[in-house]
């Protein structure tokens, strides 16, 4: 079993700054990647950034140079460290991670709970 715990969301102003943690747990053999999306109302869930084994990182343009993510593969957790807050950030955000547990060959995708970012005007 693989758990992904987020914590972190709440209620910001504009231009304000949160920051959102993910922790993964469970009977884990290796984490291929690791990152957030979010889904706003009426709209898809879509990818906000994503940090893959060996460093890289992509970001939604609509988040580049605002939010960084970063990952701590000793315990297995992901930040999003999010600045300069806009209205057209608020969602409910979701810990996303790629992980093959003990014992398997390949990975599959897991998804924490989701965490409301809410970001008033």
């Known amino acids: 079993q693989v758990q992904l715990v987020e914590s972190g969301g709440g209620l910001v102003q504009s231009g304000g700054s949160l920051r959102l943690s993910c922790a993964a747990s469970g009977s884990i053999g290796s984490i291929n990647a690791m990152g957030w999306h979010r889904q706003a109302p009426g709209k898809q869930r879509e990818l906000v950034a994503v940090?893959?084994?060996?460093?890289?990182?992509n970001y939604a343009d609509s988040v580049k140079g605002r939010f960084t993510i970063s990952r701590d593969n000793a315990k297995n957790t992901v930040s999003l460290q999010m600045n300069s807050l806009k209205s057209e950030d608020t969602a409910v955000y979701y810990c996303?991670?790629?992980?093959?547990?003990?014992?398997?060959?390949?990975?599959?995708?897991?998804w924490g709970q989701g965490t409301q970012v809410t970001v008033s005007s």
């Open positions: 940090t893959i084994s060996g460093g890289r990182t």
């Open positions: 996303n991670a790629v992980i093959r547990r003990r014992g398997n060959v390949r990975p599959d995708d897991y």
